[in-house]
């Protein structure tokens, strides 16, 4: 998967669990809880969908890592790799 | 033999649009089934019956808004014998008007009380066929722009239709002919129907209930170590939230100190034993629905978060049920992982109590005769004096922390 399809996937699976949010107006810096008002239900109903969709378990301790669109295609493109999912 | 009515799902509620109906004449019901579902101003909300039978007739049509107690259905009990005369319904509900609880000018002569051969409102032209799940404001749009909700694929959670499908379904549809159908008069927002209906339950509050307030900030460390721990091994369709832990806690003090729950209606309070725990939700784009986890001092803490979950997504989804917005016994506001860390709330009538969770903060904590940085969150509780003084809403943090404190006995 190139970071421009890993991005295209996380930005679905967002708009999903926030239907208000146009995916075309989200900015690769924007804070999803900050600046998307995702609260802690929403973050973890997405961090369920993307190891649905990935295969990739992020641990808790690593939702920092997903923050924003840049921080999460770089750490799901690296732990991609790690599980041999290309 | 029964008469299905309008329920009022809310202190305030006067009247409701009736938007689906889940059972056709003949169908067999038992208690708890979903029959129809209503629109509110909190949004779409499925209504069960609280008779078992068979389903005689519809009273009521689609799209028609109708007043809390008109007749829906008429509904046959085991064994007994169908009317000669289609039932007629009891006259007064027919003919009451839509009477505010509270005194009030006389309600405008506006035709809420339709009756049952008023034809329905132009903006509820597309009727959707049972069984499908949309967002309230995806229902309210479809209508407006006169899309059939049964022709959409829906992309939300458990694919529910939202918004964004109804607007790309008539966009799709808008090229090859232009909207022909422009509402008369714009219907009120659902935002605007959704602060007409906090403020009126907000402002009886209000005026009814005498609030006192007890506040207590307790060391969250215990429970915030624990969580880390038991979400390790866990993945993530099966983590637990902070939330579920408050939730866990709050249940178990208030069956504890079981005069903080129940709903006052009437002299003496009679505190109630199961306790259904409101679960304030914040809606995205602004609003606020408080749905019950019914019995939730009997579900452990998985089912209580699982339990939550669901809630949450019907919230947003538009598929709360009637028991759930009018059986609440307690409710729980939190205001989530970061932001204010105290919240002072207003109980939601016709409750007693209500428990508002700040955000966690760190801050120095005397442990021992050290002092040490640990996680701490305020919790308020608002208590209706009529029911019970300071001391025992005290009582109830104090339960209410020892929980806390023990998480891996929640």
């Given amino acids: ?86 | 033999m029964g008469v299905f009515e309008m329920p009022s799902l809310g202190a305030d509620m006067e009247a409701g649009t009736l938007v689906e109906w889940m059972v056709k004449p003949g169908d067999a019901v038992k208690r708890g089934d979903v029959v129809a579902v209503v629109e509110t101003q909190k949004g779409a909300i499925e209504i069960e019956t609280f008779q078992a039978g068979t389903v005689h007739h519809l009273e009521a049509d689609l799209g028609q808004k109708l007043p809390v107690g008109a007749p829906l259905a008429v509904i046959l009990g085991d064994g007994e014998e169908a009317p000669a005369e289609p039932v007629a319904a009891p006259e007064e509900a027919r003919a009451e008007p839509v009477q505010p609880a509270a005194p009030q000018p006389p309600p405008p002569p506006e035709p809420v009380t339709a009756p049952a051969t008023a034809p329905p409102e132009p903006t509820q032209a597309v009727p959707p066929p049972a069984g499908l799940m949309a967002s309230p404001v995806a229902r309210r749009r479809a209508a407006e722009l006169g899309v059939d909700l049964s022709q959409i694929t829906g992309t939300g959670l458990g694919g529910a239709i939202q918004l964004a499908d109804v607007e790309a379904a008539h966009s799709g549809s808008a090229e090859s002919k232009p909207a022909e159908v422009i509402p008369e008069r714009k219907p009120a927002s659902p935002m605007a129907e959704m602060r007409k209906a906090i403020a009126a339950a907000m402002s009886r509050s209000k005026r009814e209930i005498p609030h006192l307030y007890v506040s207590q900030t307790l060391d969250l460390e215990p429970a915030t170590q624990w969580l880390a721990k038991a979400n390790q091994g866990r993945d993530p369709a099966s983590r637990l939230l902070m939330g579920a832990l408050f939730v866990r806690a709050t249940a178990l003090a208030a069956a504890k100190v079981s005069m903080v729950n129940g709903q006052y209606v009437g002299d003496p309070f009679e505190p109630t034993k199961s306790v259904h725990a409101g679960v304030a939700v914040a809606l995205r784009g602004g609003g606020l629905v408080a749905p019950a986890l019914m019995d939730a001092q009997d579900l452990r803490l998985d089912e209580t978060m699982s339990g939550m979950r669901d809630l949450v997504t019907r919230a947003r989804a538009g598929r709360l049920r009637g028991s759930e917005m009018t059986m609440g016994t307690i409710t729980i506001s939190a205001l989530g992982e970061t932001g204010a860390e105290a919240m002072t709330g207003v109980i939601f009538p016709p409750q007693v109590a209500l428990l508002c969770i700040g955000a966690p903060q760190r801050r120095p904590w005397v442990v021992g005769d050290q002092v040490e940085p640990r996680q701490t969150v305020t919790v308020t509780l608002s208590l209706d004096h009529r029911v019970g003084d300071g001391r025992q809403a005290a009582r109830f943090l104090n339960a209410f922390e020892s929980f806390m404190q023990a998480p891996e006995t929640l």
């Fill in chain 1, 1 to 86: 998967m190139t970071p421009q399809e890993i991005r295209t996937v996380f930005l679905i699976e967002l708009s999903k669990i926030a239907p208000d949010i146009d995916p075309s107006t989200v900015s690769d810096d924007d804070h999803i809880q900050d600046d998307l008002e995702l609260d802690s239900m929403d973050v973890l109903n997405l961090v369920t969908a993307l190891h649905v969709r990935f295969g990739i378990d992020i641990p808790e301790s690593d939702y920092p890592q997903i923050a924003t669109p840049a921080l999460a295609v770089a750490y799901l493109a690296k732990a991609g790799r790690q599980v041999g999912y290309e």
